[in-house]
C-alpha cells in the first residue's frame, strides 16, 4: 500500500475466517483499505502500528482477547476510534462504556451490504 492510498482504512478483526474473508472483499469492493486480524490481540497490534485506521469491525466473541477488551484498550490510545461490533449471539446489554460511545452492533447473520453501508457512513 503506497502513502498516496486514499482510501479509508478499517481493520476487520473476526475470528471466523470465511466470515472475514468476505467482508474484506467487500468492504475493499466498497472502497476501503482493509487491515484483518483472527482475533483480538492480532488487531490490537494493528491498531496500534497503523493510526491511521479510522474504523474497527470487530465480532465481540473472540480468542485471546474478545470485542470488548479490544474496543477498550483501541480507545485508550485512539480516543476517536469509531467502532462497528458484530455478534451472532443475544446477549445481556452492552457494557455502560459503549452505550456512552457511538458504538453501533450489527447482529449476525446480516447483509454484507448492509455493513458495507454502515462503515461507509461511520468514516464519512
Same mark, same amino acid.
Given at each position: 500500500?503506497?502513502a498516496?492510498d486514499?482510501?479509508p482504512?478499517? @481493520?476487520v !478483526?473476526e475470528?471466523a475466517?470465511? /466470515?472475514r $474473508?468476505?467482508?474484506v472483499?467487500m468492504?475493499?469492493d466498497? *472502497?476501503?483499505r482493509?487491515?484483518?486480524?483472527?482475533?483480538?490481540v492480532?488487531a490490537?497490534?494493528? @491498531?496500534? !502500528?497503523?493510526p491511521e485506521?479510522? /474504523?474497527l $469491525?470487530?465480532?465481540?466473541?473472540?480468542?485471546r482477547?474478545? *470485542?470488548y477488551?479490544?474496543?477498550?484498550a483501541?480507545l485508550?490510545?485512539k480516543?476517536?476510534?469509531?467502532v462497528?461490533?458484530m455478534?451472532?449471539?443475544?446477549q445481556d446489554?452492552?457494557p455502560?462504556?459503549?452505550?456512552?460511545?457511538?458504538i453501533?452492533i450489527?447482529h449476525?447473520?446480516?447483509?454484507?451490504?448492509?455493513?458495507?453501508?454502515l462503515?461507509?457512513?461511520?468514516?464519512a
Open positions: 500500500m503506497s498516496t486514499t482510501r482504512p478499517i @481493520l !478483526a475470528d475466517a470465511m /466470515l $474473508v468476505l467482508a472483499e468492504l475493499e466498497a *472502497g476501503f482493509v487491515f484483518e486480524a483472527g482475533d483480538g492480532e490490537l497490534e494493528l @491498531l496500534k !502500528a497503523n485506521i479510522a /474504523l $469491525v470487530s465480532d465481540i466473541k473472540m480468542p482477547m474478545d *470485542g477488551a479490544l474496543v477498550t483501541g485508550e490510545f480516543p476517536d476510534l469509531k462497528l461490533l455478534t451472532g449471539y443475544a446489554p452492552p455502560q462504556f459503549l452505550k456512552a460511545r457511538d453501533r450489527l449476525k447473520p446480516f447483509n454484507l451490504e448492509k455493513l458495507c453501508t462503515a461507509q457512513e461511520m468514516v
